[in-house]
């Protein structure tokens, strides 16, 4: 049996077993890693410590920051270990060992506030990039949502003044309530057209909503919707003179971590952000600075001294 043949088989499986990897995230890893074998039928015997280093290597030089490259890397395993489980694939102790699955924290990839604020409200007079700044605000506004959870929204999922869904990583149902603020933005990027038979309903018009949920075509649709967003945003960045990078992952970041300053506790940021561990959480929020914790220490040092 071929990796390819895996997904479909499992997925069911790994939900059960609470190792949530969704279907459309499955098919990133292991698109990439086909077409880095040149070939669309790979055997769960072909993949040796010596394939998956190179592969490795491939994604860091391409380009990927490493948490990404541990993400496709983790993926890869699950889908292996479930072929194990099956019997389809051979059993190799430490196989995964010499490449990277763990997470680097210190990827910081929130935006200072000032930039922020430019990004979220200042004109680039454009229509185009007004749209990606519109999609922009929602994600803030919307506690840090996704754009994967963002684009597919369906029109049922707004009850009212309160959006809820499941999201598209996790499974992990959540609810917010609208702002104010984001009623007239969601009123420009609502999408009126009219639902096709077996096809999702999206609230926004950001897919079309002519496929069905697990086409493949739908599953391409996303990545060239994500893709251009992504590129959109970068000349948004541009535009306004911005020194940092901006991605679709910039503003859940930037939200977890300005709710931190804001003293928010780390538990409402989790259940906010829909984060099935505390631990992800502190991975996205961005370290305090070393004026701010000398500040912290002297307070802290301050407070034990004139205490009787």
């Known amino acids: 049996m071929d990796l390819a043949n895996v997904p479909e088989r499992t997925l069911s499986v790994c939900e059960k077993k609470g190792d949530i990897l969704p279907l459309m995230f499955i098919r990133i890893a292991l698109f990439s890693f086909s077409k880095f074998c040149r070939t669309g039928n790979i055997s769960f015997r072909q993949v040796t410590r010596e394939c998956l280093r190179c592969y490795g290597q491939h994604l860091y030089e391409s380009g990927l920051k490493l948490n990404t490259v541990s993400t496709y890397m983790r993926m890869l395993r699950s889908i292996y270990n479930r072929g194990v489980e099956a019997g389809s694939a051979p059993y190799v102790p430490r196989l995964f060992h010499d490449v990277y699955t763990g997470v680097d924290i210190r990827q910081k990839k929130a935006l200072p506030v000032t930039e922020l604020h430019k990004l979220l409200y200042e004109d680039p007079k454009s229509e185009r990039l007004r749209r990606t700044q519109t999609i922009a605000a929602l994600m803030f506004q919307f506690c840090g949502m996704s754009f994967a959870d963002l684009a597919h929204l369906e029109k049922s999922a707004l009850d009212r003044n309160v959006l809820q869904y499941n999201r598209i990583k996790t499974k992990t149902p959540i609810s917010l309530e609208i702002l104010e603020s984001a009623k007239e933005m969601m009123n420009q990027l609502r999408s009126n057209k009219t639902a096709l038979p077996d096809c999702p309903d999206y609230l926004f018009d950001i897919l079309r909503g002519d496929k069905k949920r697990k086409d493949e075509k739908a599953y391409k649709e996303y990545q060239s919707a994500l893709r251009r967003f992504n590129n959109s945003l970068k000349d948004l960045a541009r535009v306004l003179r911005l ?66």
Do not use: C, D
């Open 243 to 308: 020194n940092s990078p901006v991605t679709s992952y910039t503003f859940r970041h930037s939200w977890a971590t300005t709710a931190k300053y804001r003293g928010v506790p780390v538990e409402m940021i989790s259940e906010s952000l829909g984060h099935k561990s505390i631990k992800t959480t502190q991975i996205y929020l961005k370290g305090f600075g070393l004026s701010e914790r000398t500040e912290v220490n002297r307070k802290n040092l301050s407070y034990v001294k004139i205490t009787v």
